[in-house]
């Protein structure tokens, strides 16, 4: 498994609450995950910061040979203790109030894994032929294209489109969304946060990935400047998982912030 993360506060955010994880477990598992923390000054990346330290640590000595529903199980056990975590610390100190954060981490072993999801960063599937938001944003607005009171095409220019309705570490109990996913050799598997997402088109995405003569390092800059590009006024995190047998130029493990 290819791997690789970016980062960038953006052009007008002066501190990145952004923060992504990857790396390739001992047990032959790898895991991923981006967290967009939201909450004022040092709030927002000190929620970010806990959820991603809470989720990895605890998954660090998964063992091997799980099944996706036990994949699924540690995964959700994982990202809840994380909820506690960020919550006990809202609670105790003033300067955190109110903190949270989105997450989105994805647990895969060879082509098979889980996803645990709560807020509005998101995955997708990405091939030649498609691409696939595997998530479903927990906003405001997707709310009310789901209810049919705005179009798609609204909601992206919508005054409310980055209030999110689900997310980590605001209450003292959340629901974490699991999603199974498979994969084949020739898809890409992009986890992002909505700096991204909402910047960049699923077809500037689709194009960029599937630039295969340039390097997953290579594609995964050129997503970060499209994303600048087109504005960049919040913090922009993208981390890149793709199966294949080309010669790793660009795995990385740990953190990008």
């Known amino acids: 498994m290819n791997m690789v993360q970016r980062s960038d506060v953006g052009r007008v955010r002066t501190v990145n609450e952004d923060l992504s994880w990857v790396q390739a477990l001992d047990s032959g598992v790898t895991l991923a995950i981006v967290a967009d923390g939201m909450g004022g000054h040092q709030a927002g990346d000190t929620a970010s910061r806990l959820a991603v330290e809470t989720v990895s640590q605890q998954l660090l000595s998964l063992r091997s040979g799980l099944s996706a529903e036990e994949l699924g199980d540690a995964l959700a056990a994982a990202i809840l203790r994380a909820n506690r975590v960020i919550y006990e610390l809202a609670s105790q100190d003033r300067k955190y109030h109110n903190m949270g954060t989105t997450i989105v981490a994805v647990l895969l072993d ?4 889980m996803i645990g999801h709560i807020g509005d960063s998101r995955v997708y599937k990405i091939n030649e032929d498609v691409i696939e938001q595997l998530t479903e944003d927990h906003s405001l607005v997707n709310e009310l294209v789901k ?8 909601a992206q220019h919508h005054p409310m489109k980055n209030v999110v309705t689900r997310a980590l570490g605001t209450d003292p109990h959340v629901s974490v969304e699991l999603i199974p996913v498979a994969l084949t050799e020739h898809d890409t598997l992009m986890l992002c946060s909505d700096g991204l ?3 960049v088109t699923e077809d500037e995405m689709k194009r960029t990935v599937n ?3 340039d390097s997953l390092a290579a594609r995964a800059d050129q997503l ?3 994303a600048l590009q087109a504005g960049g006024e919040d913090n922009i995190t993208v981390v890149l998982l793709e199966q294949t047998s080309r010669i790793n130029d660009s795995a990385v493990r740990g953190w990008a912030e």
């Open 224 to 226: 970060l400047q499209l």
């Open 211 to 213: 630039t295969v003569q």
């Open 197 to 199: 997402s909402n910047r």
């Open 147 to 154: 209810k049919g009171q705005i179009s798609s095409e609204e």
């Open 110 to 113: 060879g082509l098979k894994g």
